[in-house]
């Protein structure tokens, strides 16, 4: 497991006292988002419980399955259950098949469980956390709840008439909110907001749709880091998220053009979210366009909505081609940095560590994968520079 901010998690197992299982993370439903949301919650290094209420989960074929951590982690256990080679396509599972793998995989771990056929016949607030009650003397105790359905079960100890599901939004480029991302939906256009994911005057519980295995994935990073950290879920830290997801190969930024392998898309996703470069929507699709070369007046605007020495430097180079030489100039001067010594650091690494396809030229006029890689390298504008909740930029 990638250690990032769960860097100094132990792996506690699951605790029995007088028949009450303690966890971190409960998860209700057997659905493609039950499923995703507990494998990331625990491996995201807390414990994570998914109680199904039923003999399995209906998950369909694994042939479709997004690319993600998630898809990535099933794959793993299913080629070791399978006793398949890595050169081996995975075939169409059955339902039986695919529920042994994640019983094999449940049994073997120390911080992914599920309990299937027990239903809970009570849920109800306990201290900050949840518990939830299988038999009269039998229950599970959680600190963050994520619920798939059959919510209006839980509605009695919200003290709530209703329960309002996390909704996706449509990136929308006249408004900020896409920066907020922490889910981008394959195929579509759509993405999840943190901040439609929490839930208003509710603490410690998600509430999500059944069907989407990367809404499922970012529920199960919020209700981990909540669960880690032993604080609210209003509290969850934005970045963090965001970045607990890339790592674990979450398209924050639906691209339909720059897939998870690509060796440029963690850049691209960064420079996506801040809306340095923006992506075109055709018939409901994101297309980012790498290969399409970058223009002065695209960028302009937001490289000096997020750093002031920008305005300066922008101010000095009216409508020049935004090519290898005067990126290089720019992010030397808003970044401090020797100008010289940038030009051979990306000389070496242009083709090495960038993988680029075309040669090194300081005359050549930058696509927007070459962009994104210099700019996420040399300004870090994702990493470094915060935004508030509606996605404007905080200096």
Not at 42 to 52: D, K, P, Q, R
Not at 281 to 298: Q, R, S, T, W
Not at 312 to 322: A, E, G, S, Y
Request: hydrophobic letters at 40%; a positive charge.
């Amino acid at each position: 497991m990638k250690k990032l901010f769960f860097v100094l998690a132990l792996l506690i197992p699951v605790v029995i006292y007088a028949q009450t299982i303690k966890t971190d993370v409960l998860v209700l439903g057997n659905s493609n988002a039950a499923f995703a949301a507990g494998v990331q919650a625990s491996e995201s290094g807390v414990n994570a419980i998914i109680l199904t209420q039923s003999d399995g989960f209906k998950l369909g074929d694994y042939r479709n399955f997004p690319e993600n951590g998630v898809t990535k982690a099933f794959e793993k256990r299913a080629r070791k259950s399978l006793k398949l080679a890595d050169t081996v396509a995975i075939p169409e599972m059955n339902y039986q098949i695919l529920n042994a793998i994640i019983k094999t995989w449940s049994d073997s771990s120390k911080l992914f469980d599920v309990i299937n056929n027990a239903s809970y016949y009570e849920i109800k607030r306990s201290g900050s956390g949840w518990e939830a009650k299988l038999t009269k003397d039998k229950s599970i105790k959680a600190k963050v709840l994520i619920v798939t359905d059959h919510a209006d079960r839980i509605l009695s100890a919200l003290k709530i008439p209703s329960l309002k599901i996390a909704e996706t939004s449509t990136i929308n480029y006249s408004e900020n909110v896409y920066r907020t991302t922490i889910g981008g939906l394959q195929r579509t256009s759509n993405f999840l907001s943190l901040y439609n994911l929490l839930i208003p005057d509710q603490e410690n519980i998600l509430y999500i749709g059944a069907d989407s295995f990367e809404i499922g994935q970012a529920a199960g990073a919020t209700a981990a880091y909540g669960a880690f950290y032993k604080t609210k879920t209003s509290l969850s830290n934005l970045k963090r998220i965001q970045g607990e997801l890339l790592a674990y190969k979450l398209s924050l930024m639906p691209f339909e053009d720059v897939k998870v392998i690509d060796s440029n898309w963690l850049a691209i996703q960064k420079v996506g979210i801040t809306g340095i470069l923006k992506a075109d929507i055709k018939d409901g699709k994101l297309f980012f366009n790498p290969e399409k070369e970058v223009a002065y007046n695209e960028i302009k605007q937001p490289i000096k909505d997020y750093y002031y020495k920008a305005q300066i430097w922008f101010d000095d180079h009216h409508n020049i081609p935004i090519n290898l030489e005067n990126t290089i100039s720019m992010v030397s001067y808003v970044g401090n940095k020797a100008v010289d010594a940038t030009k051979t650091e990306i000389e070496k690494k242009w083709n090495k560590n960038y993988k680029f396809s075309s040669k090194y030229d300081l005359k050549k006029v930058l696509t927007r994968r070459e962009f994104s890689a210099i700019i996420n390298e040399y300004l870090k504008p994702f990493d470094v520079v915060n935004v508030d909740r509606t996605g404007r930029v905080i200096r």
